[in-house]
């Protein structure tokens, strides 16, 4: 089945080998220390990974399904529910940096890099990484950031803007000790007792972007890369024969169970 280089919609974007790139992108999230240190400390416990790795898999996910599938009401539901969570988790004179979940430049950064993990992906299923997507696609996606806190018009405007955006928060990253141990613990897969670790390591090196790779000392040779891109195209060429309720698991399954949730009263995160 031929699938367009480039996608329509934002919609397009939704799709199961995502999910690949999730550790990857939790590594560069978690780089800028407001944000890593945030997760480190939080006393919130039903959000963590280690505690409640299950419990994390859907609420993250069903996060993603309603930014970039989900209906008006549904982001607005979900951006208060998880703002009520994230009211909790903010610095204390103890913390090595200051930090507020609900700190919209933190936010932005987070969908930021959530939003490279959309785009790398669809261009290594089409066999084109590093493509960039159209503007019209790039701005649909600002829904991932206000989906929580982040105004509109912090969005960059255009994909261009969102380079230059990117390139200037680089300099802010930083791995800290405390931090690459939990980095460590997630490529470990700690969370489910080590399976699949040497899988999601080789994925997660293929999918980190510079300087994070090297930030982390993992290695990678050019037959590393030529190999991951060819196993991405290759399952490309099966993820666009699905139906898209197939190919958009397990986003529209979450997003379902969201919407079952608010249906029955139940809590949402």
Excluded at 18 to 34: D, Q
Excluded at 71 to 99: F, I, M, N
Excluded at 112 to 119: K, T
Excluded at 235 to 254: K, S, W
Aim: charged share 25%.
């Amino acid at each position: 089945m031929p699938v367009d280089r480039l996608p329509r919609t934002a919609r397009d974007l939704v799709l199961a080998p995502v999910l690949l790139a999730a550790t990857a992108n939790v590594i560069m999230e978690l780089a800028l220390p407001p944000v890593g240190y945030g997760v480190l400390e939080s006393r919130v416990d039903s959000g963590n990974l280690f505690h409640h790795p299950f419990h994390r898999f859907r609420t993250t996910n069903a996060y993603l399904g309603v930014a970039l599938l989900g209906s008006e009401r549904d982001r607005r539901d979900y951006r208060g529910a998880v703002g009520r969570s994230h009211a909790q988790v903010r610095s204390t004179v103890e913390s090595p940096v200051g930090y507020r979940a609900t700190d919209r430049d933190l936010q932005l950064w987070v969908a930021g890099c959530i939003y490279r993990a959309f785009e790398d992906t669809w261009g290594l299923l089409v066999g084109e990484p590093g493509l960039r997507l159209p503007d019209p696609v790039y701005r649909e996606c600002a829904t991932i950031g206000t989906g929580l806190q982040v105004r509109p018009e912090q969005w960059p405007p255009d994909r261009a803007a969102f380079d230059t955006y990117w390139a200037a928060a680089l300099p802010e990253v930083r791995i800290d000790p405390p931090v690459r141990a939990y980095f460590e613990r997630l490529l470990d897969r700690e969370y489910l007792g080590g399976f699949g670790a040497a899988a999601t390591r080789w994925w997660s090196t293929g999918f980190l972007h510079e300087p994070f790779r090297s930030m982390m000392g993992l290695p990678w040779s050019t037959a590393d890369q030529a190999r991951f891109e060819e196993r991405l195209r290759r399952m490309g060429e099966i993820v666009f024969r699905l139906p898209p309720t197939l190919r958009r698991l397990p986003y529209n399954a979450c997003l379902t169970d969201l919407r079952l949730r608010r249906l029955l009263g139940r809590p949402l995160v």
